[in-house]
Structure formats: structure tokens, C-alpha cells
């Protein structure tokens, strides 16, 4: 089942297998992700996180060329 606060994810290669986007509103809203995301049987069994402090650049696009 979908869970709306997951907003994206990616297969990654290094030392984790996936890397989540998350929109929650605090640090509680995080913790209950988190807890949720490890008390189902979905094979995870170590969460890291980063918190994002601020956006210093927006994603626009990536730069290729207008097709015309």
C-alpha cells in the first residue's frame, strides 16, 4: 500500500539499498514513519537518516535540448 508521505524513491548502490524522500511535518511525524516502516514486513531492518535544513538549489530539469 502507498504511503503518501513517502513522495520518492530510488535503488541506490553504496553502502544502502534505497533512498527515500520524505515530507513530514516534524521530527514526531518522521519517528512514527520510521517506526511504521521498521514494525512491517518489508525486509528493513536499519533506517538512516538526514534531515534537509534548507533547499539551497530547486531540481529544474535536467539540461537537454528542446527536441523540435
Known amino acids: 500500500a502507498g504511503i503518501e508521505t513517502i513522495v520518492e524513491v530510488l535503488e541506490v548502490s553504496g553502502s544502502f539499498d534505497y533512498l527515500l524522500k520524505v515530507a513530514v511535518s516534524d521530527i514526531q511525524g518522521w519517528r512514527a514513519l ?5 514494525g512491517e514486513p518489508l525486509g528493513i531492518d ?3 537518516s538526514h534531515v534537509v535544513m534548507k533547499q ?3 531540481f ?3 539540461p537537454v535540448p528542446a527536441l523540435s
Open 34 to 38: 520510521s517506526d511504521r516502516l521498521l
Open 46 to 48: 536499519k533506517i538512516m
Open 56 to 58: 539551497v538549489k530547486a
Open 60 to 62: 529544474t530539469g535536467f
